[in-house]
């Protein structure tokens, strides 16, 4: 709809920006988005689906040159969010683009043999990276996670539990969170491994979801897994700084994908507004009807307007690192928030087909709630922010 694409903002994307989003916007419109209902019903996707997305250029994006990557900025980041979330449909995404929160770690703190193993098969979209931290026992409380990797030789035994991981099912590398120093509690002796997907011991276990149907999520365990010492990832026993940092990033694009959900339920609404007629007019005549949509795109230009603000203070090194946390936090808070007030409305304003399978609108206000927990509870993160910002 016009009136929902702002003009472009030069301080912020460039003509090569630009030039990305139209070539990505014409890969969802042609390879995702017709077929996203499908996917959805049939809970996957074609695994070919990796390879045509590494063949124009979305998996390498923001990884270096000499990993089969293109190196970018954070403002290709958002693009990449906002034209994903166009095709709504967030169980796919998160599992096709599982590496941007398992290969991080990897990339930061990890030796050059397992950067040259890794990388490069994942950017082509040969191999799939997962990210394993969440357990049973608690969600983003990291520092006191329970699955361990005590030292046997030159190998680590693994042993514990995983939870809710995306790509879980078929990841061929898991970066995992665990403790090598079982003495020790709290954030000392976290450390980061990378398990590959046929280690013996490992089982998964696939999970019922109220949305992403199409992704695979599961549950991980690992029953005396041994893993080479030559897997560490970073040093032994420091890791947990290694997956607070991936966090942040994380927490930005979830907010950049939530606000873009938010404009697809607004979209929706808009056109059902302007076709839907009631007593001879549309219901975009009708005031009361108007005012949602004006209170959507309110919350959606709120959003994007302080995702783009961060953004831009990251690559200008303009923040303080407590204060971009916080405020990190905080986006994804008021974006998902934006996210959810948007889906709610967009499906009273379609009634009956607001609750049928098939329109973009139905399956994003099933997938709210994952958004608004992912990556770090609205709870979580209006904590953290206060810690942060010393209140």
Known sequence: ?????????????????????????????????????????????????????????????????????????TFYGLILAEEFARAGCGGMQASLLSHSIGLPPILKA????IKQRVIPP???????????VTEPS????????????????????????????????????????VRTNPAVKGASGISALLVEGNTPGLTRTALKKMGWWSSDTAHLHFDNCRVPVSNLIGEENKGFKTFMQNFNNERLMMAAL??????????????????????????????????KLMDMTLRIDAARALVY??????????????????????????????????????????????FMRGTRTERIYREVKVMMIGGGSEEVMKD????????
């Open 1 to 73: 709809m016009e009136f929902l694409d702002a003009p472009p903002l030069p301080f912020y994307f460039t003509p090569e920006h630009e030039q990305f989003r139209s070539s990505l916007r014409d890969f969802v419109s042609r390879e995702i988005r017709p077929f996203v209902n499908e996917w959805d019903e049939a809970e996957t996707f074609p695994r070919s689906l990796y390879a045509r997305a590494a063949e124009v250029g979305v998996l390498g994006l923001g990884y270096p040159e000499e990993y089969g990557g293109t190196p970018a900025d």
């Open 110 to 113: 990890g030796s050059e043999a």
């Open 122 to 132: 994942v950017l082509r979209g040969e191999k799939i990276a997962a990210l394993a």
């Open 138 to 177: 608690g969600g983003s409380d990291v520092a006191n996670l329970r699955t361990t990797a005590v030292r046997d030789g030159d190998h680590y035994v693994l042993n514990g539990e995983k939870t809710f991981i995306t790509s879980g099912m078929r990841a061929d590398f898991l970066t995992v969170a």
């Open 258 to 291: 939530a606000y873009g959900y938010a404009e697809v339920c607004l979209e929706e609404a808009v056109d059902w507004a302007r076709q839907r007629t009631i007593g001879g007019s549309p219901l975009s005549e009708r005031q009361v009807v108007r005012h």
């Open 309 to 354: 603000d961060l953004a831009y203070r990251i690559e200008h090194k303009l923040a303080d690192p407590a204060q971009l946390v916080a405020r990190v936090c905080l986006a994804k808070v008021l974006a998902t928030q934006a996210m959810q007030f948007c889906a709610d409305q967009a499906v009273q304003l379609l009634g009956g087909m607001g």
């Open 384 to 391: 953290l922010a206060a810690r942060q910002l010393g209140v």
